[in-house]
């Protein structure tokens, strides 16, 4: 009996190197203000969690940007990154890999000084577009995550319980 192999198609190599943790640290603390592009008012949505988190944990003004929605956690949503009331320092992006190229032309036409893709989202032409415009880039990576991991917090939500165990823990 033979086996037949299947190959995946190959992904494109990536070649861009992002900034180191102590860059990414840094980058986090020079920020201010951060808008999350493609936010959600949806609770089982990556961006409707990293939004919680950014509220409840961070000292970042955080804005939402979102033209299909008014409000998410209580919080004024925008249409677009120009609509803000300040530039944001951090534009975190929750759109598909072909809207980049369009987040990118706007991030930059606000003045946003980096451009941060979240988990997953990966667009080399993108980062150095972004780096020959002068901006910082991360891509395939969490603000939240980093910043809990940075500054200790990755307990939230259970990301890191203190508990070393295979078993449930059981709360009385």
């Given at each position: ?8 198609p190959?992904?494109?190599?990536r ?10 640290l ?5 920020t ?14 990556a961006?409707?969690?990293v ?7 961070t000292?970042f003004?955080?804005?939402?940007i979102?033209?299909?929605?008014k409000e ?18 951090l534009?975190e992006?929750?759109?598909k ?18 451009l ?35 500054h ?5 939500a259970?990301f890191n ?12």
């Amino acid at each position: 009996m033979t086996q037949t192999t299947t190959t995946q198609p190959a992904s494109p190599e990536r070649t861009w190197e992002g900034p180191s943790a102590p860059e990414r640290l840094n980058i986090l603390r020079s920020t201010k203000s951060i808008a999350i592009v493609g936010a959600s008012d949806k609770p089982s949505r990556a961006s409707y969690f990293v939004a919680t988190y950014l509220l409840s944990s961070t000292r970042f003004n955080v804005y939402f940007i979102n033209p299909m929605v008014k409000e998410i956690l209580g919080q004024p949503v925008y249409a677009s990154l120009a609509d803000l009331p300040e530039v944001p320092d951090l534009v975190e992006v929750f759109r598909k890999h072909d809207d980049l190229p369009e987040v990118l032309e706007e991030a930059k036409a606000v003045g946003a000084r980096t451009l941060w893709l979240q988990l997953g989202s990966w667009h080399e032409e993108v980062a150095r577009e972004a780096e020959a415009a002068g901006m910082n880039v991360v891509m395939d990576r969490c603000v939240k995550i980093e910043h809990a991991r940075f500054h200790g917090g990755l307990h939230l939500a259970g990301f890191n319980t203190g508990v070393i165990s295979s078993k449930r823990q059981v709360l009385a």
